[in-house]
């Protein structure tokens, strides 16, 4: 089992920045790809970004690139999501995934990852 625990949510203005972290503990060992994925009321989960354990390959989604960037400190166990540039529509519940299972995947379906944190909460207003 592996346990994800998220920080650094908050109320920012619209063009502010924001850093989440994901800290993982338990099994991190058998950690294949992390991933943040966010949820607006009423909507369905929206992929933001992926990053494989050991940092060499990273996937964004379209309205993440080039504002967030998503990095891993292995010796800490900890995944960061630095955010710039925020918007009203960047508003939602972010959570950390991760996967362990080893195949073919899709990094960018969240139903590709078995554990999950209860998500911190990112308020931007315009």
């Known amino acids: 089992q592996v346990q994800l625990v998220e920080s650094g949510g908050g109320l920012v203005q619209a063009g502010g920045s924001l850093r989440l972290s994901c800290a993982a503990s338990?099994?991190?060992?058998?950690?294949?790809?992390l991933a943040w994925v966010r949820q607006a009321p009423g909507k369905e989960r929206e992929f933001v970004a992926a990053?494989?354990?050991?940092?060499?390959?990273?996937w964004y989604a379209a309205s993440a690139k080039g504002r967030f960037t998503i990095t891993i400190d292995n010796p800490k166990n900890t995944m960061y999501l630095q955010m710039n540039s925020l918007k009203p529509e960047d508003t939602a519940v972010y959570s950390c995934?991760?996967?362990?299972?080893?195949?073919?995947?899709?990094?960018?379906?969240?139903?590709?990852?078995?554990?999950w944190g209860r998500g911190t909460q990112v308020t931007v207003s315009s």
């Open positions: 995934a991760a996967r362990s299972k080893s195949g073919s995947y899709s990094p960018a379906s969240p139903h590709e990852y078995e554990f």
């Open positions: 990053i494989t354990y050991g940092g060499a390959s990273t």
């Open positions: 338990g099994r991190t060992y058998n950690m294949k790809t």
